[in-house]
């Protein structure tokens, strides 16, 4: 079996810890490489300049825009995948996102090994 190209993820939370999490997580389960950034002008300069696969994104930042960052992703970059982390009780911003062209959620508090399995689907 042929082996899959290095993925490049970017990881958009405002809060350093949880991000680095993430990339912890996920740098050590499989061939991929993480970008962390912290607000949408970050984020928006890494998808300009590293060619981005899939986007990891908190609910709250793009649900703060009235996900007009969603839409943004969205219209700019159509290939990214992207995949918003959110808490069970923002299940309505969860749908929300979803409508607006998120391909998928991971719920927090993640189990890694769980978030991991996730993560594989994109």
Do not use: W
């Amino acid at each position: 079996m042929k082996d899959r190209k290095r993925k490049n993820i970017l990881i958009l939370d405002p809060e350093r810890d949880i991000a680095e999490l993430f990339a912890r997580a996920l740098e050590t389960h499989k061939e991929c490489k993480c970008y962390l950034a912290a607000t949408e002008r970050e984020l928006m300069d890494l998808l300009r300049d590293v060619a981005i696969d899939v986007l990891l994104v908190d609910i709250n930042a793009v649900k703060s825009s009235d996900y007009g960052l969603l839409r943004k992703i969205r219209r700019l970059y159509p290939g990214v995948i992207v995949v918003v982390d959110a808490y069970l009780h923002q299940k309505d911003q969860i749908n929300l996102a979803l409508a607006q062209g998120a391909h998928g959620f991971i719920i927090k508090p993640i189990k890694v090994d769980l978030f991991r399995k996730k993560m594989d689907e994109f």
